[in-house]
């Protein structure tokens, strides 16, 4: 489903399945982290679709041939620290020669803006497409941050792939980086007056890490 052009719900029944058991309180930690990784993958494959192919020669038992591999330096994936974490071995799964840079950033409770406190991009960040990683846009805060940090380094293109987005970060993000393509899982229904996305499935990062 598209949302606008540049957003899109990969409302696929498995995912949709995967995330409905997330979102129980009753899901521990195990189970939430494999199902993060594995909803991950499943969007990974959605997300790369226009992924950019090159001819090559090959050699089958039978006869030469001409056949499709992807083109030029390829992906990097950014996960935004910690929650973005849990998504990292879904996508490799898919995409093994990857490289994989890392954005650390909080919210601040008060306030919810992020603080940042890391950031480590493959160095040939500027001949690879980026798909950052996070799956939680409440208001879209952190997004909009690890995007505008990653731009100064000049890639490709960046994709971002989140699992729920709340209405006002998903508009927030699409606004502030008109550029970039983002996908979701679902599209919730709000953020509560601490920022937490309703119904939602809670701090991600506490979940994944067990950290609560
Ligand atoms: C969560 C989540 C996002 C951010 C979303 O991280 O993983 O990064 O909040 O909120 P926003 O859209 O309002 O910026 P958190 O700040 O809880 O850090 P953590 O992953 O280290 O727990
Ligand atoms: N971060 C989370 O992990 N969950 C929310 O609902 C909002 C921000």
Redesign the pocket.
Known sequence: MNLTDKITITDHPLIQHKLTIMRKSTTGSKEFRALVSEIAMLMCYEATRDLPLTEVEIETPIQKTRKNVLAGKKLAFVP?????LGMVDGVLTLVPSARVGHIG???DPET?N?VEYYCKLPADIGEREVIVL??????????IDAITQIKKRGPKSIKFMGIIGAPE?LKALSEAHPDVEIYVAAMDERLNSH?YIVPGLG????RIFGTK
């Open positions: 935004i620290l910690r929650a973005g950033l909080y919210r919810l992020p996070d799956p939680m846009i409440a208001t879209g805060g952190s997004a970060g920022g701090d991600a990062g506490d």
